[in-house]
């Protein structure tokens, strides 16, 4: 029973498959069920909640890392992880209290003012769990797009995410957060495994491998004879990118067998990986010349975007490098859902996330990384030209917050009290 998995956590049992490789993961078991919990559970849970709240004061989770939000440095701490799993399994357990419920109506109707929508929100035990978003088929399906607007979806987006740019901004990002994570474990003590130290060397000789083969960006509307020849060098073989795949596997042996503290960047790298292994064969060389070049590089993006299927996670990895400049997956607290009105041409999508605590910055930092994964669902809402108008809500709760509106980019943001 759902309750009684929440009450094992007041009870110190110890969790599994909660917690893969040392990184933040957050479990999608259904922490609320549809029988009754006693009041006094309730007061019970609360001493805990408020407890945690305290020791993760300026702890915040974000593309599922722990980071401090003072000055946004990683927080690498295996207990500090799991306190966060801890807490945010709590805090979600009493959004479905009914106290809580009548809370956030009541919260809802005195600030909105007729400024939002007011729906029937996180009512349902599936609305209020965890979500993690990796792939366009999970967008798809929480906003219940047809097959064939899926086509069409992958049809307008692949051309737009898979332009050369694009393709080595997110290789390149992905490479240097790892290498930016590697760095942190180093600093914080934790004795370099012989696998890391391997993983650095191929890290630098990947971002190295990319550095050399960069062409110099030109107008590629100015006349030929405007562009900078290539310098003369010795004749070599021209390198393909099925040299990066390669470094890729080796990377991944290195990674997967002797680190823990990497499974994010393990999962990215797997990503990017599909895509490398579908243009192993083309050039890659900023020595070829100008027009080659710009063939070559015209070739990644044909078969990227001929091979890259809806629910590719190099393709999802690509579509928020484009958006956000980021590479990390969405990681939604609690997941929320779809409100259509009666005329059936107006829809709200709200979703809510959980804050240790109501410092300003902690609150910025909550809406702006809500406000992203909202962008997102209305990024493709749009893109298939779904019929009506999507209004983006946003709800974020800590433990005796002063509750009040935020009105972020256009779109409202509840600030909600956890209370009993």
Not at 99 to 105: D, I, R, S, T
Request: with cysteine; aromatic share 8%; glycine share 6%.
């Amino acid at each position: 029973m759902a309750y009684k998995h929440v009450r094992n956590l007041l009870h110190g049992q110890k969790y599994r498959n909660t917690i893969g490789n040392g990184g933040m993961k957050m479990s999608t078991s259904r922490y609320i069920g549809s029988e009754h919990v006693p009041a006094e559970w309730y007061e019970k849970a609360f001493s805990h909640v408020v407890k945690l709240s305290q020791l993760l004061k300026n702890v915040d989770s974000i593309d599922g890392r722990l980071v401090d939000i003072d000055d946004y440095s990683n927080v690498v701490n295996e207990r500090t992880e799991q306190r966060m799993h801890n807490f945010k399994s709590l805090a979600r357990s009493f959004l479905g209290s009914p106290l809580m419920q009548k809370a956030v109506k009541k919260n809802m109707a005195t600030l909105a003012s007729g400024k939002c929508t007011l729906p029937d929100c996180f009512g349902k035990p599936n609305e209020r769990e965890p979500m993690t978003v990796n792939s366009l088929t999970v967008v798809c399906n929480f906003l219940n797009i047809s097959a064939q607007q899926r086509k069409e979806v992958r049809f307008t987006v692949c051309p737009q995410v898979t332009q050369h740019r694009i393709w080595m901004g997110a290789l390149e990002e992905t490479l240097n957060r790892l290498k930016s994570e590697m760095k942190t474990l180093d600093n914080h003590c934790y004795s370099p495994s012989k696998g890391r130290m391997m993983g650095q060397q191929i890290v630098q000789s990947c971002l190295n491998f990319l550095a050399d083969s960069a062409v110099i960006s030109c107008d590629p509307d100015s006349s030929s004879w405007m562009r900078p020849k290539p310098a003369r060098v010795p004749e070599s073989p021209s390198r393909k990118w099925e040299e990066v795949l390669e470094m890729f596997n080796h990377l991944l042996k290195c990674l997967r067998a002797n680190e823990k503290g990497l499974h994010l960047y393990v999962s990215k790298l797997e990503a990017m990986k599909e895509g490398l292994s579908q243009i192993k064969d083309v050039l890659v060389d900023g020595k070829i010349g100008y027009k080659e070049a710009r063939h070559q590089q015209s070739l990644v993006q044909k078969k990227l975007r001929k091979t890259l299927g809806h629910s590719s996670r190099c393709l999802f990895t690509l579509l928020v490098y484009y958006l956000y400049g980021s590479i990390g997956d969405i990681e939604v607290d609690v997941c929320g859902g779809l409100y259509g009105s009666d005329s059936g041409d107006r829809f709200c999508l709200y979703m809510g996330r959980i804050l240790t605590s109501d410092d300003e910055k902690m609150v910025q930092s909550g809406v702006k990384q809500l406000d992203r994964a909202l962008g997102l669902f209305k990024f493709i809402w749009e893109t298939t030209k779904m019929k009506g108008v999507l209004e983006l809500q946003g709800h974020l709760w800590c433990v005796e917050a002063e509750e009040r509106l935020i009105m972020y980019r256009g779109n409202v943001f509840f600030i909600h009290k956890i209370s009993i």
